[in-house]
């Protein structure tokens, strides 16, 4: 069992030891998503994070066999949260997982458990470690990639990709407003910075990541998406439009044309972890739950 390295502050924190849990996470998902809450994408986006609780990173931890990764015990930004992921094959590590993640990734005293809703056997042992499941989860849904993908984008609006438009500014500001938050973006080198950041991951193809230009060249809607050549699916992170751009099929449009690229790459699915109605209307359909459970 070992840990991740340390990230200095300033880092983005693509060490060894998080390509090898990367390579983990291609590895059990490459034939059927056996986690499809916990995507390798969602792992180098959570490293993209300029909110990643980096003093923490010493505390993720992996187990290995004969010098390959088949478990590891992680949180996503923050103590708190604990994710435990797992080669099928090696699940009879989990009591040791689960009883590391109650004893190292707490927050204020406290953690909470993602237990798949119909992972039985976690079910189990996390009840036999004292935890009850509330009445917390996360969702996931999936889009069948054979099925329509086509959209229409009102006149004066046009689709590009982050390889063609990197105006990390206007990028700052759809984000900031499209994720609703108050204020108005900062709009400084520090901002500016960490937007970069997240779009700089080691396995982010920007051609597949979508933005909707408005008429006037402001971003007005964007598809992060995550694909690894030969694998078949595909994970959908973040999505956003502007609120002064909604309800035009913006957004429709940034998700279905990224998803679109992927397909043409050989992905037959695309997972995103929400059950939004806003989801579904674009053909998502729900696929499975994690449950939070707490002592």
Known sequence: MTAIAHQHPGTTGFT???HR?????VRINHAIPTTPGFLWGRWEWMFSLPYLDASALHRIRIWEHNGRVVAVVTYETELGSA???TDPEHADLLPDMLQYALEHLTRGGEVRVLVGETDHNLQRIAAAHGLTATAEAEANAVLDLAGDLSYRLPAGYRIASLANERDMLRFDRLLHRGFNNPGLPRANAEAIQERLTSVSGPHLNPEL???VVAPDGDYAAYCGIW???GTTYALVEPVCTDPDHRRRGLGRAAVLEAARRCR???AR?????SDQLFYYALGFTP???GIWWKL
């Open 16 to 18: 060894d030891e998080f």
């Open 21 to 25: 849990v990367r390579d983990f996470l």
């Open 83 to 85: 994710y435990l992921l």
């Open 209 to 211: 990541n979508m933005l």
């Open 227 to 229: 694909h690894e050549p």
């Open 264 to 266: 043409d790459l050989g």
């Open 269 to 273: 699915a695309a997972y995103v972890g």
């Open 287 to 289: 696929h499975s739950r």
